[in-house]
């Protein structure tokens, strides 16, 4: 039971919090996004070895997430959010501080393996919301997610053509903020608490739950085209900056105007073009759409030599991603009962959390012993894989629509 009863209707103000909260741990993380590749390989990392880096803080996190939200259920979210902010702060500073790269991996390991500070957000989200309203709460979270993930590279970008460590300890300033409106502001919002805590790997990478999923066909094909889209974005998206740098000489400013290009697209396209064109085609003519579009985004930079060009490659990348993970989601709910729901997606973020921590690793390899232009290649190949799964692979992936993409 909540301490408080969720308003029905009404706009709950300690949602205010949680989402400025969001925007700013969103805001530091995304201050660090364009830089930390740079950082590493001005410690004289290779591409290969920069993305073993990258890929620390996914392996902490698919470990952390699922500890961390029981652990909020145990002692209260309040407290885990503190905690968790905390360990983002320490990550942040001897991002900082790093002059040698234990303590570059250091940092990325506190950050990933305690920080989990969304997890319980959403939770405080879930707690202080009406079921009805939860999807449009979700919905808001979401957008401030995106607007956070405008202005972060153009900080980072900018301050890090004084110094590298300048960003990082911006970063930790904004995670500063966000204790104090936590300590000030946010009031516990768990009432009755488990008194036990129980962890157990199946909670980390649920086996019972994905054998059991993988026996019904349609859930299973929409699982591995969901797998395949996440695998093909992330091995792009891990190692952009990598592709940029080898492939267009590109600095942690130019980097930082790419990722906010890319925040005002998603935020622009998700508002106004992304509902109609479901209303109008339906879901998958439309997933279709996004598909293709972000197939022809890796064509296009697989030829691309101008760094002014890449920006009209990220125009469908854009909105590619935006239109698929939505609808690819939601595909993914449509096909289980109400109670199955919170498993399937649990099972969906394990498969995307494996995904995470091996695209970073791979990515680094391609760019460091292959030519660059292998890298959007082989997400094109991805890509192209889905259309094929879907239409000669799967078995009635989608019970509501007839029509294939």
């Known amino acids: ?22 925007f700013t741990e969103t805001l530091g993380f995304s201050i660090v996004l364009p830089v930390l590749p740079f950082l590493a390989l001005s410690l004289g990392l290779n591409m290969f070895q920069v993305g073993l ?33 905390t360990s983002t702060l320490v990550g942040f500073l001897l991002l900082g501080l790093a002059n040698n790269v234990w303590l ?9 393996l305690l920080g989990s500070n969304m997890t319980v957000s959403q939770a405080y989200i879930s707690d202080t919301t009406d079921p009805r309203d939860r999807t449009r709460i979700y919905g808001y979270s979401s957008a401030v997610f995106g607007a956070a993930l405008i202005f972060g590279p153009l900080i980072g970008g900018t301050f890090s053509a004084i110094n590298y460590s300048i960003p990082m300890f911006f970063a930790v300033g904004i995670s500063l ?11 516990e919002s768990l009432g009755e608490r488990e008194k036990h805590v129980k962890i157990k790997f199946e909670d980390i990478i649920p086996f019972n739950d994905i054998s059991k999923f993988f026996k019904n066909s ?23 900056a990598l592709l940029a740098k080898s492939q267009l000489q590109v600095t942690p400013l130019v980097l930082g105007f790419y990722l ?24 998958n003519k439309t997933l279709g759409m996004g598909i293709f579009a972000m197939l022809i985004s ?8 101008n760094f002014l060009f890449v920006y009209i490659p990220l125009i469908f990348l854009a909105f590619g991603t935006g239109v698929s993970r939505p609808i690819l989601t939601s595909k993914l709910t449509k096909n289980v009962k109400k109670e199955e729901t919170g498993s399937l997606l649990g099972v969906n973020n394990s498969l ?4 995470q921590i091996i695209t970073p690793i791979l990515g680094g390899a391609i760019i460091q012993y292959l030519p660059s232009q292998i890298l959007p290649a082989s997400s094109a190949i991805f890509f192209l894989l889905i259309f094929l799964l879907w239409k000669w692979g799967l078995t009635n992936p989608v019970q509501e629509e007839k029509n294939i993409i």
């Open 1 to 22: 039971m909540n301490t408080i009863k969720p308003i029905n209707r009404s706009f709950d103000k300690r949602l205010l919090i949680i989402f400025l909260i969001i």
């Open 53 to 85: 880096v990258m890929s620390v803080f996914s392996f902490c996190q698919l470990f952390a997430s699922p500890i961390t939200g029981k652990l909020s259920d145990r002692f209260g979210r309040k407290p885990l959010l503190l905690f968790s902010q």
């Open 104 to 112: 570059l991996v250091l940092a990325r390991f506190v950050d990933g």
């Open 177 to 187: 903020l966000s204790i104090i409106l936590v300590v000030l502001f946010l009031p």
């Open 218 to 240: 349609k859930i299973r094909g929409i699982l591995v085209i969901f797998f395949t889209y996440t695998f093909g974005f992330m091995l792009f998206i891990s190692s952009f």
């Open 260 to 283: 906010a290009w890319v925040g005002i697209l998603r935020v622009v396209l998700q508002s106004f073009l992304i509902s109609p064109l479901q209303k109008k085609f339906g879901e």
């Open 298 to 305: 890796m064509i296009m930079l697989i030829f691309t030599t």
């Open 352 to 355: 995307s959390s494996i995904a």
